[in-house]
C-alpha cells in the first residue's frame, strides 16, 4: 500500500477532529476512563491551539484520504522528579480498514523522529488494559510496561484496614 506522512497543519484541524470523532464511536465504549459529552470539540481546540504554538507534534498518514493520526508532545516532570523532558504520545489511531498495512508503524516512526531532532531520550505512551491490540502493537513497536495504573469506584472499596 501506498501512503504518505505528513505533518499536520492547522488546516487538518476539522478532519483530524472527524478522525477523532469516528474513533470514538467505534472504540471509546470500552474505554476505562469516560468522556465528556464534548471530547470532540475539546480535540479539536486543543489539536488546533498546539498545531499553532508548537506545543503539540502531530503527523498524518494518507493513501487516498487522511487515514491515521498521532499526537505528541514534550513533557518535562515535576520536581521532585529529575526534570529531563521526554516525548509523550498522546494519541495514535489508524482506521480499521487501514489497519496491519504499516501506517501506524510510519506514523510512529515520525513520531519518534520528532522527538529525537528535538534532544529527547525517551519516550512514554498511555494505553489501556482493555486494549490488547493496542498494547500488543506498542511492544512490538518496542514500548515495555513502566508500571500499572490502577483504580477503582470508591463504593467497591470494603474496609480499607481502617476499623480498629
Known amino acids: ?11 487538518d484541524v476539522e478532519i483530524l477532529g ?3 470523532d ?8 470500552g474505554m476505562e476512563t469516560p468522556l465528556l459529552p464534548d471530547a470532540g470539540v475539546f480535540f479539536r481546540n486543543l489539536s488546533g491551539t498546539g498545531i499553532l504554538t508548537g506545543a503539540s507534534i502531530m503527523y498524518l ?3 487516498q484520504g487522511i487515514d491515521g493520526f498521532i499526537q505528541g508532545q514534550v513533557m518535562t516532570p515535576h520536581p521532585p522528579f529529575q526534570p529531563e523532558p521526554y516525548g509523550y504520545i498522546s494519541y495514535l ?27 529527547l531520550c ?14 500488543g502493537f506498542w511492544e512490538r513497536m518496542g514500548m515495555l510496561p513502566l508500571g500499572y ?4 469506584p470508591l463504593m467497591n ?6 476499623e480498629g
Open 122 to 135: 525517551r519516550v512514554e505512551l498511555h494505553v489501556y488494559a482493555s486494549n490488547p491490540e493496542g498494547r
Open 22 to 29: 469516528e474513533w470514538m464511536e467505534t472504540e471509546a465504549p
Open 157 to 162: 472499596v470494603k474496609n480499607w484496614g481502617m
Open 61 to 63: 498518514a494518507e493513501t
Open 93 to 119: 489511531y489508524v482506521k480499521p480498514e487501514a489497519r496491519g498495512k504499516g501506517l501506524g508503524k510510519a506514523l510512529v516512526r515520525s513520531m519518534m523522529a520528532a522527538f529525537s531532532d528535538r534532544g
Open 18 to 20: 472527524q478522525l477523532w
Open 149 to 152: 495504573r490502577m483504580g477503582c
Open 1 to 11: 500500500m501506498k501512503y504518505r506522512i505528513r505533518k499536520a497543519s492547522f488546516d
